[in-house]
């Protein structure tokens, strides 16, 4: 079975779920295929076919990890790139609000040049939605029993922000996905999730790393800050407080990786001039362009550190 | 990214015995952003992050640097800012802060290419799958190289530590199923040729445990320019590590690699013999470029890079020898 040259979905239910006519409906408005796997049994719904029984597909299930939760949803683009993968703790309810809400997101994307792309963004964004809703809504998996060719779990424990954080991790997890979709700490932002940006930045054992593109596994025993552990006492740190003053900031989207950034910096050793600070925030990008700004603010904690 | 299973290593021998077949796993700023977009697959990852491998020490007339100390690490320490301050330079001249607090000398060493078609799954890339073509020999060309390239592959080696450990005479000690032996840093890269895929002259299971950098009067004197698109946080157009010891006017010994141009850091032993003796003015150093530049073969968008080439490497030479401030 080859996989489709257009973007298309794949579902891998740990038991075969019942598509019910409801399902196939939201199907139709989706345009994209959907190929649902269980681990004896394959369904592909075209757009307007009848579903077709295509066959288990074991070599599928592995590569994408599925059988550790009862659903595994990856989207995937017109050259088979995973766009989106995300686990749920339940099949059909999750699959079927998942394909609503793409569905309705394909029917807002406007038409007109760079529309595949959007597409696929707005799919990924409903998606991931969908499924995060599913889970914030289900009770903790206890079902832990994963089937054949589901990735070992890796036990991790961190200290994040003070707090022992123990964690069940698949190989891939890097630390930002953990902070934000595990551990509900959504102030490390993603950027561009490959170690270009800095948005991500937070402090592992001391020094700031970019969180995209450490792995959760090699982390075990470390101690993890991120901008929501900057708080004492109900008092903002310095840097913080310097930042608001200096209107460092315009979108914020940022700011959490450069205020991390900027404590570490200051912690490095006091930098000497304003090139000194712009060259150590190198690794800090703002589209905004509010770098005059920030060097302002960190000049002045520097000066009355 | 892919799915592989995590082993973590508890020691060198570990590493080693179970080595074969899996990507050897350290500060993960470069194979973790290659396997996030799918370019490297390992099937296996075996960390090796923890091993006692980071130790930096001046010994035996040479710095030793474990494989595990970070960028940041070495740039930093006193010895190595005194003894090789033009590797302290090359480091700090390359990606950012937060990348340099985890990447590592060993990982380094091994850093791939940035070579955009190499990164880009819908172009062809000999380097990323042996025979299947090269996009970027018709692509822009701007950042590839123009010296040691093949009709195969034209990617430009990324490494700003490397370019100085060239000019240094570093070895690349690695431990493997063998034993342990001791790699010229020259012979550690391969050049493209007709295989492109195959980069580095390592034995399955081998590991980087530390590099060697012998430390002299030269070494002392050893410095590092970069140019490139913007001040800080990007990749060489043209770099040079340069180290020029100078008595009474006259050029005692040299030598110096380049960065940002080869498919490999640039050394020409020739090049470096033709300052021997000589005045150690801009003269004599624009000679020596002229010849490390011979045989450069430039493409559509990077012919600019043979002459800003020269230039670094003059500039390089210059500092080095004192010439200028």
Same mark, same amino acid.
């Given at each position: 079975?080859?996989?489709?040259?257009?973007?298309?979905?794949?579902?891998?239910? @740990?038991?075969?779920?019942?598509?019910?006519?409801?399902?196939?409906?939201?199907?139709?408005?989706?345009?994209?295929?959907?190929?649902?796997?269980?681990?004896?049994?394959? $369904?592909?719904?075209?757009?307007?076919?009848?579903?077709?029984?295509?066959?288990?597909?074991?070599?599928?299930?592995?590569?994408? /990890?599925? /059988?550790?939760?009862?659903?595994?949803?990856?989207?995937?683009?017109?050259?088979?790139?995973?766009?989106?993968?995300?686990?749920?703790?339940?099949?059909?309810?999750?699959?079927?609000?998942?394909?609503?809400?793409?569905?309705?997101?394909?029917?807002?994307?406007?038409?007109?040049?760079?529309?595949?792309?959007?597409?696929?963004?707005?799919?990924?964004?409903?998606?991931?939605?969908?499924?995060?809703?599913?889970?914030?809504?289900?009770?903790?998996?206890?079902?832990?029993?994963?089937?054949?060719?589901?990735?070992?779990?890796?036990?991790?424990?961190?200290?994040?922000?003070?707090?022992?954080?123990?964690?069940?991790?698949?190989?891939?997890?890097?630390?930002?996905?953990?902070?934000?979709?595990?551990?509900?700490?959504?102030?490390?932002?993603?950027?561009?999730?490959?170690?270009?940006?800095?948005?991500?930045?937070? +402090?592992?054992?001391?020094?700031?790393?970019?969180?995209?593109?450490?792995?959760?596994?090699?982390?075990? /025993?470390?101690?993890?800050? $991120?901008?929501?552990?900057?708080?004492?006492?109900?008092?903002? &740190?310095?840097?913080?407080?310097?930042?608001?003053?200096?209107?460092?900031?315009?979108?914020?989207?940022?700011?959490?990786?450069?205020?991390?950034?900027?404590?570490?910096?200051?912690?490095?050793?006091?930098?000497?001039?304003?090139?000194?600070?712009?060259?150590?925030?190198?690794?800090?990008?703002?589209?905004?362009?509010?770098?005059?700004?920030?060097?302002?603010?960190?000049?002045?904690?520097?000066?009355?550190? | 990214?892919?799915?592989?299973?995590?082993?973590?290593?508890?020691?060198?021998?570990?590493?080693?015995?179970?080595?074969?077949?899996?990507?050897?796993?350290?500060?993960?700023?470069?194979?973790?952003?290659?396997?996030?977009?799918?370019?490297?697959?390992?099937?296996?990852?075996?960390?090796?992050?923890?091993?006692?491998?980071?130790?930096?020490?001046?010994?035996?007339?040479?710095?030793?640097?474990?494989?595990?100390?970070?960028?940041?690490?070495?740039?930093?320490?006193?010895?190595?800012?005194?003894?090789?301050?033009?590797?302290?330079?090359?480091?700090?001249?390359?990606?950012?802060?937060?990348?340099?607090?985890?990447?590592?000398? /060993?990982?380094?060493?091994?850093?791939? $290419? @940035?070579?955009?078609?190499?990164?880009?799954?819908?172009?062809?890339?000999?380097?990323?799958?042996?025979?299947?073509?090269?996009?970027?020999?018709?692509?822009?060309?701007?950042? &590839?190289?123009?010296?040691?390239?093949?009709?195969?592959?034209?990617?430009?080696?990324?490494?700003?530590?490397?370019?100085?450990?060239?000019?240094?005479?570093?070895?690349?000690?690695?431990?493997?199923?063998?034993?342990?032996?001791? +790699?010229?840093?020259?012979?550690?890269?391969?050049?493209?040729?007709? &295989?492109?895929?195959?980069?580095?002259?390592?034995?399955?299971?081998?590991?980087?445990?530390?590099?060697?950098?012998?430390?002299?009067?030269?070494?002392?004197?050893?410095?590092?320019?970069?140019?490139?698109? @913007?001040?800080?946080?990007?990749?060489?157009?043209?770099?040079?590590?340069?180290?020029?010891?100078?008595?009474?006017?006259?050029?005692?010994?040299?030598?110096?690699?380049?960065?940002?141009?080869?498919?490999?850091?640039?050394?020409?032993?020739?090049?470096?013999?033709?300052?021997?003796?000589?005045?150690?003015?801009?003269?004599?150093?624009?000679?020596?470029?002229? +010849?490390?530049?011979?045989?450069?073969?430039?493409?559509?968008?990077?012919?600019?890079?043979?002459?800003?080439?020269?230039? $670094?490497?003059?500039?390089?030479?210059?500092?080095?020898?004192?010439?200028?401030?």
């Amino acid at each position: 079975m080859d996989l489709p040259n257009r973007p298309c979905l794949l579902a891998f239910c @740990r038991r075969a779920p019942r598509f019910e006519e409801a399902f196939r409906a939201e199907l139709r408005a989706l345009g994209a295929p959907l190929f649902a796997f269980a681990p004896g049994s394959g $369904t592909v719904f075209g757009a307007d076919d009848e579903p077709r029984d295509i066959g288990p597909h074991p070599e599928l299930w592995r590569i994408h /990890g599925a /059988g550790r939760a009862a659903l595994t949803v990856v989207l995937l683009d017109e050259k088979q790139r995973v766009r989106l993968r995300r686990d749920a703790p339940e099949a059909e309810g999750t699959l079927l609000a998942a394909v609503r809400e793409a569905g309705r997101a394909v029917c807002a994307a406007p038409r007109g040049i760079g529309r595949r792309e959007l597409l696929l963004n707005s799919l990924a964004a409903a998606l991931g939605a969908a499924v995060l809703q599913a889970c914030a809504s289900a009770r903790p998996v206890d079902d832990r029993k994963a089937v054949s060719g589901a990735p070992a779990l890796l036990e991790v424990s961190l200290v994040v922000n003070g707090q022992r954080r123990r964690l069940q991790v698949e190989p891939r997890l890097v630390l930002l996905d953990a902070l934000r979709e595990n551990l509900g700490l959504t102030g490390a932002k993603k950027g561009c999730d490959m170690g270009q940006c800095g948005a991500c930045t937070v +402090i592992v054992d001391g020094q700031r790393v970019n969180s995209c593109l450490k792995l959760v596994a090699q982390l075990e /025993g470390a101690r993890v800050t $991120t901008i929501e552990g900057l708080v004492q006492g109900g008092q903002l &740190h310095p840097m913080q407080e310097a930042f608001l003053r200096e209107d460092a900031f315009q979108c914020g989207y940022c700011t959490p990786g450069q205020i991390l950034s900027a404590i570490a910096l200051l912690q490095e050793g006091k930098p000497r001039d304003d090139d000194e600070i712009r060259e150590g925030m190198s690794g800090n990008l703002c589209r905004c362009g509010a770098y005059p700004n920030i060097v302002a603010a960190i000049r002045g904690v520097a000066g009355r550190a | 990214m892919r799915l592989f299973t995590f082993q973590r290593a508890a020691s060198v021998d570990e590493a080693i015995a179970s080595g074969a077949g899996a990507a050897f796993l350290a500060g993960g700023t470069n194979l973790v952003d290659l396997m996030k977009i799918e370019v490297l697959n390992p099937e296996r990852v075996l960390d090796v992050s923890r091993l006692d491998l980071a130790k930096i020490e001046l010994r035996e007339g040479a710095l030793q640097i474990g494989a595990l100390a970070s960028n940041t690490a070495v740039a930093e320490h006193g010895d190595v800012r005194r003894a090789a301050p033009g590797l302290s330079e090359a480091l700090l001249s390359g990606a950012s802060p937060q990348l340099r607090n985890a990447a590592t000398v /060993g990982g380094n060493l091994l850093q791939r $290419t @940035r070579c955009a078609y190499y990164r880009d799954l819908g172009t062809r890339c000999n380097k990323r799958e042996a025979g299947s073509g090269c996009d970027a020999l018709d692509g822009w060309t701007r950042m &590839h190289a123009i010296l040691g390239v093949s009709d195969k592959c034209i990617a430009a080696h990324p490494s700003d530590m490397c370019v100085a450990l060239y000019a240094l005479d570093a070895t690349v000690r690695v431990r493997g199923p063998a034993g342990e032996r001791e +790699i010229p840093i020259g012979e550690l890269h391969l050049l493209p040729g007709d &295989h492109p895929e195959r980069e580095f002259s390592l034995q399955p299971a081998e590991l980087i445990t530390g590099v060697r950098v012998p430390i002299d009067a030269l070494a002392a004197r050893s410095r590092y320019v970069k140019v490139r698109d @913007r001040q800080s946080y990007a990749f060489a157009l043209a770099s040079c590590a340069a180290a020029v010891q100078v008595e009474g006017g006259a050029v005692q010994a040299a030598r110096f690699a380049l960065g940002g141009v080869g498919t490999k850091p640039w050394r020409v032993p020739e090049a470096e013999r033709s300052m021997q003796g000589r005045p150690a003015t801009r003269e004599t150093f624009a000679r020596a470029a002229e +010849i490390a530049l011979r045989g450069a073969t430039p493409r559509r968008d990077n012919a600019f890079k043979v002459e800003l080439a020269k230039r $670094t490497a003059v500039r390089g030479l210059m500092l080095s020898a004192g010439a200028l401030s």
